[in-house]
DNA sequence: GCTATAATTCGACATATTTCGAAATATAGA
DNA sequence: TCTATATTTCGAAATATGTCGAATTATAGC
């Protein structure tokens, strides 16, 4: 886990400060555990991805929830994508692979993750 | 990913935070490219593990640094135990196993290889 | 074009975090 | 016991974060 350059460093520090926050963390939960980038959780699923349906798990002002999507957003950690009226969010795939990749000192390292800001 | 409780979500969210600064991340990843518990690098390594080693590579007050490895500490990802007039750090591999974990439960992800069995 | 719904941006405020230097504590050795 | 070294605690200041409500933007359907 050691050898990143101090970049790597901000960029993951970046990243854990993204989910350092327990509403977001919850978010970044639900969205693990519904759909995959692409597709939509079927309507009876537990949970599903657009903005107002995690709105309803999180008992937080919209504006709140939507700033802290925005957080995951440039961290890399979620994709955001509109589909109509509503923004369908999904975990995004690379950056968890990055994680994974992180906390293994044996595995090479593929994968920077890269913030978008 | 899914189905923590709230106090697990609390909990890893603190984690998160202690690893979402960039010193404090620096230092986590220096010790886990060092030492494990309980033994002490050898004096030619590149890094070592007391705060006093650990402060000449991050050019940070040592009072900042003291309160950075408080946090580590009580977020349960580092163990310091003193030996004479120093305090060695070493990375909690139970913390760090459960973190590892919690990147991997529950969590499909698309591009992930398949085993055929 | 108008209206309803979904989500974001803005501005403000309270709280938390990061950092430092100075002072205090702990330990080993003369 | 006195001194030097290692580390922590304390108090203060600057900056960042989390939150809300009000206003705004985007879209679909009538």
Redesign the pocket.
């Known amino acids: 886990m050691s050898n990143y350059s101090s970049d790597d460093i901000g960029n993951y520090a ?1 990243v854990f ?2 989910l ?5 963390l919850q978010i970044y939960t639900l969205l693990s555990g519904c759909c995959t980038p692409g597709s939509r959780c079927d309507i009876d699923a537990v949970t599903s991805c ?6 309803n798990e999180l ?13 995951l ?1 440039h961290a890399g950690l979620i994709n ?1 994508q ?8 999904s975990v995004n795939p690379d950056m968890l692979n990055a994680i994974r990749q992180f906390f293994h000192t044996n595995t090479e390292i593929t994968d920077e993750p890269e913030t978008s800001r």
Chains 1, 2 share one sequence.
Request: net charge positive; with cysteine.
């Open positions: 970046s400060s993204a350092s926050n327990p509403h977001r657009c903005v107002g349906d995690l709105g008992d937080i002002a919209a504006s709140t929830l939507s700033h802290h999507l925005k957080e957003s955001m509109r589909q109509g009226k509503q923004i369908i969010c």
